[in-house]
C-alpha cells in the first residue's frame, strides 16, 4: 500500500467514525433509551411509554475514550483519555441523572456481586472512587468487568468506556453484607432474543414489613443487566416505567429492555429504602 493510500485509508475510516458518532443520540437517556419521552411524577423521573433500554459493548462502538484504571484494596482510581492522550477533566464532562460520571462494576468471579459508583475528579484529570464496606464485606476477591458513562460538555452525547480489572482478595474476611431486601416475585414478559421485554419486580424487606422507595439519582431505582458469560462483555442501563405499583407498601417496579442474544442474564437493581441496596434476579434469554 502507497503511502497515499493510507492517508487516504485513515481519512475515510475517520470520517466513518466521526459521522457514525454524530448519529447516535444527544443525550445520556437517549442513548440508553430508543424514544426517550420521560414522565416526571412527584419530581421523579420515569421512563415514557414507547422507551425501552438497549444492551451495549462499549468496546465494539469504539468510542474515542479509554477506560485507564488502577485499583487498591478499598478503592481506586480512573482517568478517560481521549484519542490525543489527555484526560477528561472535570470541567469538560456534563451532568447526567444528578453525577457527572457512573461507573458500574460487576465481579464475574471470586462471587457474584455489582455497585454503581460516582468517582470523584481531582485537577489532573484523575478520578477517584471508593468501594462501599457491604461490596468489600466477605468478598474473597476475583475478576471484574467495569463500565463507565458520561456526557462531555463540547459535545453533549454520551461516552462509554469498558475496562477489566482484578479486585485483591481482603486482608480480613469477615461475614458477608446482609441485604435488607429482596425481589419476591417477578414476571419477563418475554424471554425471546431481540424482542422488547418488561421486566416486574415486586420488592419487599427481608422482615416482610414492606418498604418506601427513596429517589436514587433521580430515579425510583436503577437496574443494569449483564451477560452471565464473562467473555461477553456490555450493558444495559435501565431505569423504571411509570406503570403502577411504584409507591405501594410492597413496590413494584417496572423496566423496558430489547432483548440481547440468547444466553443467561445478570439483572442488578440499585434502590434506596434510606440506603443504598441491591438486588439480584437471573434471567435467560431464548433463541
Known amino acids: 500500500m502507497t503511502n497515499k493510500s493510507y492517508v487516504i485509508g485513515l481519512s475515510l475510516g475517520a470520517l466513518a467514525l466521526f459521522i457514525g458518532l454524530r448519529s447516535l443520540p444527544d443525550t445520556h437517556c437517549a442513548f440508553l433509551h430508543a424514544d426517550h419521552q420521560p414522565v416526571?411524577?412527584?419530581?421523579?423521573?420515569?421512563?415514557?411509554l414507547n422507551e425501552e433500554a438497549n444492551f451495549y459493548q462499549?468496546?465494539?462502538?469504539?468510542?474515542?475514550?479509554?477506560?485507564?484504571?488502577?485499583?487498591?484494596?478499598?478503592?481506586?482510581?480512573?482517568?478517560?483519555?481521549k484519542e490525543d492522550g489527555?484526560?477528561?477533566?472535570?470541567?469538560?464532562?456534563?451532568?447526567?441523572?444528578?453525577?457527572?460520571?457512573?461507573?458500574?462494576?460487576?465481579?464475574?468471579?471470586?462471587?457474584?456481586?455489582?455497585?454503581?459508583?460516582h468517582p470523584v475528579p481531582t485537577e489532573d484529570g484523575t478520578w477517584s472512587f471508593t468501594f462501599p464496606p457491604e461490596f468489600l464485606q466477605g468478598n474473597p476477591g476475583g475478576e471484574?468487568?467495569?463500565?463507565?458513562?458520561f456526557v462531555p460538555v463540547r459535545s453533549g452525547r454520551v461516552m462509554?468506556?469498558?475496562?477489566?480489572?482484578?479486585?485483591?482478595?481482603?486482608?480480613?474476611?469477615?461475614?458477608?453484607?446482609v441485604r435488607r431486601n429482596q425481589i419476591m416475585a417477578s414476571t419477563v414478559s418475554t424471554h425471546k432474543a431481540g424482542?422488547?421485554?418488561?421486566?416486574?419486580?415486586?420488592?419487599?424487606?427481608?422482615?416482610?414489613?414492606?418498604?418506601?422507595?427513596?429517589?436514587?439519582?433521580?430515579?425510583?431505582g436503577h437496574a443494569v443487566l449483564f451477560a452471565e458469560s464473562e467473555t461477553l462483555t456490555g450493558y444495559a442501563h435501565m431505569h423504571p416505567s411509570l406503570e403502577g405499583g411504584e409507591y405501594d407498601q410492597r413496590p413494584t417496579l417496572t423496566f423496558k429492555v430489547r432483548l440481547p442474544k440468547a444466553g443467561r442474564y445478570d439483572f442488578w437493581l440499585n434502590i434506596n429504602d434510606g440506603q443504598d441496596d441491591y438486588l439480584y434476579l437471573p434471567i435467560e434469554v431464548t433463541p
Open 160 to 177: 462509554l468506556a469498558e475496562t477489566k480489572a482484578t479486585l485483591p482478595a481482603q486482608v480480613a474476611i469477615v461475614s458477608p453484607h
Open 86 to 117: 489527555q484526560p477528561y477533566l472535570d470541567y469538560e464532562i456534563a451532568i447526567s441523572h444528578t453525577q457527572k460520571v457512573h461507573l458500574h462494576v460487576r465481579q464475574v468471579s471470586g462471587r457474584s456481586d455489582y455497585v454503581h459508583l
Open 58 to 81: 462499549p468496546t465494539e462502538l469504539q468510542f474515542p475514550v479509554k477506560l485507564r484504571l488502577v485499583l487498591t484494596n478499598n478503592g481506586g482510581t480512573m482517568r478517560l483519555v
Open 144 to 149: 471484574l468487568q467495569l463500565y463507565v458513562d
Open 40 to 48: 416526571y411524577s412527584n419530581g421523579v423521573e420515569f421512563c415514557g
Open 195 to 220: 424482542e422488547s421485554a418488561l421486566v416486574k419486580v415486586q420488592l419487599d424487606s427481608l422482615k416482610g414489613s414492606g418498604l418506601k422507595l427513596q429517589p436514587i439519582m433521580g430515579a425510583l
